[in-house]
C-alpha cells in the first residue's frame, strides 16, 4: 500500500478527529455547566477530559500528517448546554464515549478491509483507550446516580473530582 492513505481511510480519519474536537467541546461545556454549579470538581474533571479530546485529536492530526494525508477541519456544531441534572450531564458523557468506541471501531474495521496495516496498529491505542473512557464514564455515572439525592456525598464526589491529573 506504501505510505500514502487510502481516500477513504484518510476521510474517516479526518471525520475521527473532527469527531475529538467535537467531545471535547461537549466536555468544556458541561464543565461550564457543573462551574455554573459551583461544582468545581465536576468542572474540572470536564476540563481534563476535554483536553484528553483534544490530545487524542491531536494524535490522528500527527498520524495523517506523517502518512501523506491532508488534515481536514470541520465545522464544530455548537454542544449542548443544558442539562436537566448532574445525572443527564454525565449520561451525556457515558453515551458520547460509548459513541466514540463504535466510530474507532468501524475506523479500525475499514482499516483492515483496505489492508491498511500501519492505520490498524494505529488504531490500536485508541481502542485500548476507549475501554478506559468507558470505564472512567460507567463508574461516573454510577457514582452519581448513587448519591445524586445526597448533597454531602455530592460535595464529597465534588472533591474527589477535583483531584483528577
Known amino acids: 500500500m506504501g505510505w500514502l492513505l487510502d481516500k477513504e481511510v484518510l476521510d474517516a480519519l479526518n471525520k475521527q478527529l473532527n469527531q475529538e474536537l467535537q467531545n471535547a467541546y461537549l466536555y468544556l461545556s458541561i464543565a461550564s455547566y457543573f462551574d455554573a454549579l459551583s461544582f468545581t470538581g465536576f468542572a474540572h474533571y470536564f476540563k481534563v477530559q476535554a483536553r484528553e479530546e483534544l490530545e ?25 448546554a443544558e442539562w436537566s441534572s448532574i445525572v443527564d ?40 483507550e476507549q475501554v478506559e473512557e468507558e470505564k472512567n464514564a460507567s463508574e461516573l455515572l454510577a457514582k452519581v446516580k448513587l448519591v445524586k439525592d445526597t448533597p454531602a456525598a455530592l460535595l464529597a464526589l465534588d472533591n474527589v473530582l477535583a483531584q483528577r491529573k
Open 89 to 128: 450531564a454525565v449520561e451525556g458523557f457515558y453515551r458520547a464515549e460509548v459513541e466514540n468506541t463504535k466510530r474507532i471501531w468501524d475506523l479500525a474495521e475499514l482499516a483492515r478491509r483496505k489492508g491498511d496495516k500501519a492505520t490498524e496498529s494505529f488504531l490500536k491505542w485508541f481502542i485500548d
Open 56 to 80: 487524542h485529536a491531536m494524535k490522528i492530526y500527527s498520524y495523517i500528517t506523517d502518512r501523506g494525508g491532508k488534515v481536514e477541519l470541520f465545522d464544530i456544531p455548537k454542544p449542548r
